[in-house]
C-alpha cells in the first residue's frame, strides 16, 4: 500500500504500509538533495573501492536517517564512517583522518544528545553534509598540491638533467619579465638535430654528454642584459630547457627590433662547429623559430605552442633544404586545421580511386630523346582539385598508408612499364620513395615479386630517393639500396644539394643518376661563385660513371646551363609540363622517331 498526503505546515506523509510513515519536512528534503549532490560529486572524484563503498553507504543510511530519524540508522551510520577512518589509515591522509575522526565524534555525541536532551536524531544527517564538503575541499587542495609538486619534481629533474631550469621556471621568470619589462620581446625555441645517429652509434649516455656540450655552447651566447634571466634554486640562467632536443629563452628588443635574429645566428655558427671525439668529427644541426610575446594574449603556454607549431609545419615539409629559422605566422593554425582534415579524409580514402599517377619526362640534351619518364601521385580531391604529392605525403605516412600506396604506385609502374614493353618502347620508368620505412624487408620482396610477375628486365624501373633520406639511412637502409640494384632496380638520388650530409654518404652508395635540385640550376646570374661548386660535383659524380640530371629547368636560361656544367639531361615545366599516365603511350610515340 503507497498514499501520499500533505499535512499543515508543508510537511508530505508518505504511508508505505499500514503502520509505516515517513513525515517528509522541507528541511528533511533539501538534506536528502545535499546529500545525493555531495557524494555524486565524490563519485565523479573517481574514488579507490574502499572510498566508494564508504560513499554509497554513508549516503544511504545518511538519507534513511534524514527521512525515518531513526536511532539505529544513526549508530549504523556511525559505524560507516570507520571505512573512512581505516582508507586514511591505510593510505596516510592525515586530512581524510582528520575529517572522518570528527565526523564520527559529532555523531557519537548527537547520539548521547538523542538520549539526555532528546535531539531529534534524524537531524544527525546533515553532519554529513559538512562532512561530504570537507572532503571535496580537502581533495581539491590535495590535488592541487599534488600538481604543483609534480611540476616541482619536474622543473627539478630537468635542472639535474642539464643544469638548466625547465618549463615552470620559465613560466615564473617570464610572468615577472612581462610586469616589468614594456618593450617588445620574442620567444625563440631552438632545436638541436642530428643526435639520433650520435645516440645509434655511439650510445645514449655519449648523447646525452654532447647534448649537455652544446646546450651549453647555446647558453654562452645568451649573456646579453636583454635577455630573461630564469631563476630555479639557487641558480640563474638565460634559457630554459622544454624537454628533447628543445630549448627557449625571451629576449628583449628595446636595443633593436632584429635582436633575436642576432642571437640565433650566433646560437647558429657556435652551435655548427664540429664536436671533436677521438677519430670522429661529429656535427650538430640546428633550427629556430620565434614568436612575438604580445601574440596570442601574451600566454606562454600559447606562445610555445606558437614557436613549436611553427617548425613543426617547416618540418613536415621536408626537413632539409627547409628554412633553417622560421618566424611564427598566424596562417599556421590554419594550415594545421586543414591537415587535421585531410588527415581525417586520408583515414577513410579508397585511394585506389582517388589517387591517379601523372608522368613528367626527362629529356636528353643530346638528341632530345626520353631518358626516363618519371611518375608524379596526385590526389583527386573533391574540394580542393588536383593535390601535388608534396602537399599530402606526410599525411599518408601519418595516417599508416605509406606502406600501401607505395605499393600501389608501383604495381602502376610496372603495368605501365609492360605495357611500353609491349609497344615496343623502351623507357624506363621512375617512381619517388619518399620514406626510410619504405626501404624494408617487406617492400623489397614487394618489388622483386612485381617485377617478376610484370617480366620486367633490368633497368625498367627506376626509384627515386629524396636526398633528405639519404642523409639518415643507416646501415641496414644501405644494404637494402644495395639489394634493389641486385634486383635490376635502378637508383636515382633525387633533388640533390639539399641535404649537406649526403656528400659523406654517397662513397657507400652507388647510384645510376642523380637530380641537382632547384638551388643549384637556377639561372647563372644568380648562381655567383657557387657555379664552379656545382660544376665540381657534377664531375666527381661523372668520375662514378653516375649521369647527372638538371631539376626544375623552366627557362632557356636554365637548360644551357645545365648543359654548360656537363649534365647529360633536364627536367622541368619548360619541356612539359606533367600529364595524366593514361595518355603516355600515345605522347611517346609522337615523340619517338618513327
Avoid at 35 to 60: D, F, N
Wanted: charged share 20%; net charge negative; aromatic share 8%.
Amino acid at each position: 500500500m503507497l498514499s501520499i498526503s500533505t499535512a499543515s505546515g508543508g510537511a508530505t506523509e508518505l504511508l508505505l504500509s499500514e503502520g509505516i510513515a515517513i513525515f517528509i519536512t522541507p528541511m528533511m528534503a533539501g538534506m536528502a538533495g545535499a546529500i545525493l549532490m555531495g557524494v555524486l560529486a565524490l563519485m565523479l572524484q573517481r574514488p579507490s573501492g574502499m572510498l566508494k563503498l564508504a560513499h554509497l553507504s554513508s549516503a544511504t543510511f545518511a538519507i534513511l536517517l534524514a527521512f525515518t530519524g531513526n536511532i539505529t540508522i544513526l549508530h549504523l551510520l556511525t559505524l560507516t564512517l570507520l571505512l573512512y577512518l581505516f582508507h586514511g589509515l591505510q593510505e596516510h591522509k592525515s586530512g581524510l583522518l582528520l575529517i572522518s575522526a570528527a565526523a564520527i565524534i559529532t555523531l557519537v555525541m548527537w547520539t548521547v544528545s538523542e538520549y539526555l536532551w532528546a535531539f531529534p536524531a534524524q537531524r544527525g544527517a546533515i553532519v554529513i553534509v559538512f562532512m561530504y564538503i570537507l572532503f571535496l575541499a580537502y581533495q581539491a587542495y590535495s590535488s592541487a598540491n599534488e600538481f604543483e609538486l609534480k611540476e616541482r619534481d619536474d622543473d627539478h629533474t630537468e635542472h639535474e638533467s642539464l643544469g638548466l631550469p625547465g618549463r615552470q621556471s620559465f613560466k615564473r621568470a617570464f610572468n615577472e619579465f612581462r610586469q616589468t619589462e614594456g618593450s617588445p620581446c620574442m620567444l625563440v625555441l631552438v632545436r638541436l638535430m642530428g643526435f639520433e645517429q650520435v645516440n645509434f652509434h655511439l650510445g645514449r649516455e655519449f648523447g646525452d654528454l654532447l647534448l649537455a656540450q652544446s646546450a651549453n655552447r647555446i647558453a654562452q651566447r645568451l649573456q646579453s642584459g636583454d635577455v630573461m634571466t630564469i631563476t630555479h634554486g639557487n641558480e640563474t640562467a638565460k634559457m630554459a630547457h622544454l624537454g628533447g632536443l628543445n630549448f627557449a629563452f625571451v629576449c628583449s628588443l628595446k636595443h633593436g627590433r632584429h635582436f633575436h635574429e642576432q642571437l640565433i645566428e650566433e646560437i647558429s655558427n657556435s652551435t655548427l662547429k664540429p664536436f671533436n671525439v677521438g677519430s670522429c668529427t661529429l656535427e650538430i644541426m640546428m633550427r629556430a623559430s620565434y614568436v612575438n610575446c604580445d601574440e596570442e594574449m601574451g600566454q606562454l603556454e600559447n606562445l610555445i605552442s606558437c614557436v613549436f607549431l611553427a617548425l613543426d609545419t617547416q618540418s613536415e615539409a621536408h626537413q632539409y633544404g627547409q628554412q633553417q629559422v622560421v618566424p611564427y605566422q598566424q596562417r599556421m593554425q590554419i594550415h594545421r586545421l586543414e591537415q587535421q582534415v585531410r588527415l581525417s579524409e586520408l583515414a577513410k580514402i579508397n585511394f585506389r580511386s582517388e589517387f591517379e599517377l601523372y608522368f613528367h619526362p626527362v629529356v636528353r640534351h643530346e638528341d632530345n630523346s626520353i631518358e626516363f619518364v618519371e611518375l608524379l601521385l596526385r590526389w583527386q580531391h573533391p574540394k580542393q582539385g588536383i593535390l601535388s604529392a608534396n602537399e599530402f605525403i606526410d599525411d599518408i605516412r601519418l595516417v599508416g598508408l605509406a606502406i600501401p600506396v607505395a605499393e600501389y604506385v608501383l604495381e602502376r609502374a610496372c603495368e605501365i612499364a609492360l605495357a611500353l614493353k609491349m609497344e615496343g618502347i623502351s623507357v624506363p620508368i621512375s617512381i619517388n620513395v619518399f620514406g626510410a620505412e619504405l626501404l624494408s624487408e617487406s617492400f623489397i620482396e614487394f618489388i622483386d615479386y612485381t617485377m617478376l610477375n610484370h617480366q620486367l628486365s633490368s633497368g625498367a624501373i627506376i626509384i627515386e630517393c629524396p636526398a633528405s633520406m639519404l642523409a639518415e639511412l643507416d646501415e641496414q637502409e644501405i644494404a637494402m639500396i644495395s639489394r634493389l640494384k641486385n634486383l635490376g632496380v635502378k637508383m636515382c638520388v633525387d633533388s640533390f644539394g639539399d641535404a649537406p650530409l649526403v656528400l659523406a654518404k654517397l662513397p657507400a652508395l652507388r647510384f645510376e643518376y642523380v637530380k641537382l635540385s632547384r638551388n643549384m640550376t637556377q639561372e647563372p646570374e644568380h648562381m655567383g661563385h657557387t657555379k664552379s661548386l656545382v660544376k665540381g660535383i657534377v664531375e666527381m659524380h661523372q668520375e662514378k660513371h653516375c649521369r647527372v640530371i638538371g631539376e626544375g629547368i623552366e627557362s632557356l636560361g636554365q637548360l644551357e646551363f645545365v648543359k654548360s656544367i656537363g649534365t647529360v639531361a633536364a627536367q622541368g615545366f619548360y619541356f612539359s609540363r606533367p600529364q595524366n599516365s593514361n595518355i603516355l603511350i600515345s605522347w611517346l610515340k609522337q615523340r619517338l622517331p618513327q
